[in-house]
């Protein structure tokens, strides 16, 4: 995962995530309002339930005149009745002659707006006592208005029936009842109640999605805390928390390699001063007892005497030699984190006059030497004095290891953006393998680490193979 490139963003998800749960909160809304408008279609404003409540506000208008006497001389006693429901229409016949009827019916009979609407004011202003009433009645006369207006008016036979008044008079009644809007408020608060669950869910939803993924890299940060750097992060998504995930990985492989590094240093470094030891006591004892001898004139003769000056010088030489190596070692690895200062030479001129020089050592040693040296095109990045340790290294294990009566192979050739050089020897039959540290071979890695090459030794079928690889510019 590239940090720079993210597919998708938390602040994009949640974006999508909000429209999504709005969308699906809108299409809920109508959905349940036409659901609930066919459902108050066929039970609130039906016509089963406008007539039964029609009949029960007739009942109660029988009660009402019973309770108060209401007459023929007295009907307006009925406004009290009537303005108790918003919805009722009222008239009231007696041989085709008008007795009474109620503000609705005089509203509905006008053909006046203005009058209609005058009148609707006066039953606002007497009856209206809060907010809530206020909307609900206003809503209720529009709609009356409308149906004035757009449908017209006449007396329905249906809504036909007969009243007896107090005073025995008998009289026709035509009664309209009208539910009012509030059922249908209802239905609105419901759908926007299921439709603001509905996107509440949706996006928490979402959030919580997040969250767990969070509380997941923290359950595995407690683990990578605890020491198991071996523990795999889980990356999930490619958004932010995806490369934080991504990130936390890359940090724990980091630090996994540097702790093997490490290891495999501290494991090297053991290793190298227990060989060392070994190698360095031979030599010291042998020098020691040389010295010994002659501080003592334990010399028979000047022959003699010469001999044990010679061995001292030899003893003397191997242990500055093993020195050197150790030395070399440590000023390689202890600039692990340092960038060389390296200048761009030509690779032909370069590598030609270092290996000419070589060839030419080897042969003074009377190795046969088979050269294959191809012309280099091209400029590389050196260090003259580490890329001369390299050789060094090659030349000490060839004079150490190889073969003389075997052929020396000596090869140079560009490959790509590459320059490569092998060399491939026979190995001694005799050799003391316990002599060797590896303190060369892993000299030259490193060096050629720091060039941005290559370095690889290989032993197979008595063959030894050293090969370099510099990048050429």
């Known amino acids: 995962m590239n940090k720079k490139t993210v597919s998708q963003s938390l602040s994009l998800q949640l ?17 349940c309002m036409s659901i609930g408008n066919t459902v108050l279609g066929y039970t609130v404003y039906g016509d089963l339930f406008v007539d039964k409540m ?16 209401v007459t023929a001389d007295n009907l307006n006693r009925l406004n009290s009745w009537c303005n108790k429901g918003k919805g009722i229409y009222l008239t009231i016949y007696n041989d085709n002659t008008l007795l009474y009827e109620s503000t609705v019916a005089k509203i509905f009979k006008n053909e006046d707006l203005e009058y209609q609407k005058k009148l609707f004011q006066v039953i606002k202003n007497n009856t209206i006592k809060s907010a809530s009433q206020e909307f609900f009645y206003d809503s209720y006369v529009k709609n009356l208005l409308e149906y004035k207006k757009y449908d017209g008016f006449s007396e329905d036979p249906g809504k036909k029936y007969t009243l007896l008044l107090s005073d025995g008079t008998k009289t026709n009644v035509f009664l309209y009842y009208y539910p009012g809007d509030a059922y249908y408020y209802w ?6 109640l299921i439709s603001f669950s509905l996107f509440t869910i949706f996006f928490i939803g979402f959030v919580n999605k997040k969250l767990k993924y969070i509380k997941e890299l923290k359950a595995e940060l407690d683990i990578l805390s605890g020491g198991d750097w071996e523990h795999n992060i889980y990356i999930k998504g490619k958004d932010e928390l995806g490369e934080l995930a991504y990130g936390i990985d890359q940090m724990r492989i980091s630090i996994l390699n540097h702790q093997n590094i490490e290891e495999e240093m501290r494991s090297n470094n053991s290793k190298l ?16 007892g040389y010295l010994e001898l002659l501080d003592r004139d334990k010399y028979e ?19 500055k030699s093993m020195a050197d190596q150790l030395f070399e070692y440590f000023l390689v690895y202890s600039s692990e984190y340092e960038e060389p200062d390296l200048e761009p030479l030509d690779a032909d001129m370069l590598f030609n006059q270092i290996l ?3 060839i030419f050592s080897l042969e003074n040693q009377n190795f046969k030497v088979n050269t294959n040296l191809g012309v280099i095109n091209g400029i590389v990045n050196v260090k003259i004095e580490m890329i001369q340790r390299i050789f060094d290294n090659i030349y000490s294990n060839i004079l150490k290891y190889a073969d003389k009566s075997k052929e020396l192979n000596i090869k140079a050739f560009k490959e790509n953006n590459y320059l490569i050089i092998i060399f491939s020897n026979i190995i001694l039959q005799n050799r003391n393998k316990n002599e060797s540290t590896n303190i060369g071979l892993n000299t030259c890695k490193k060096i050629m680490e720091y060039h941005k090459g290559l370095f690889e030794a290989s032993e197979k ?3 030894f193979e050293s090969m370099l690889k510099f990048v050429i510019i």
């Open 461 to 463: 079928n008595g063959v």
């Open 15 to 31: 974006f999508c995530c909000v429209m999504i749960s709005l969308f699906i909160a809108v299409c809920s809304f109508f959905c």
């Open 273 to 288: 001063v227990t060989a060392m030891s070994h190698d360095l006591r031979t030599p010291l004892t042998s020098l020691m």
């Open 187 to 192: 239905n609105i608060f419901i759908s926007g």
């Open 301 to 319: 003769n000047k022959e003699q005497l010469k001999h044990f000056i010679k061995k001292s010088l030899c003893q003397a030489v191997r242990i």
């Open 356 to 358: 000419t020089e070589y």
């Open 54 to 69: 029609t009949n029960k506000q007739f009942d109660s208008l029988k009660k009402y005149i019973d309770n108060n006497s």
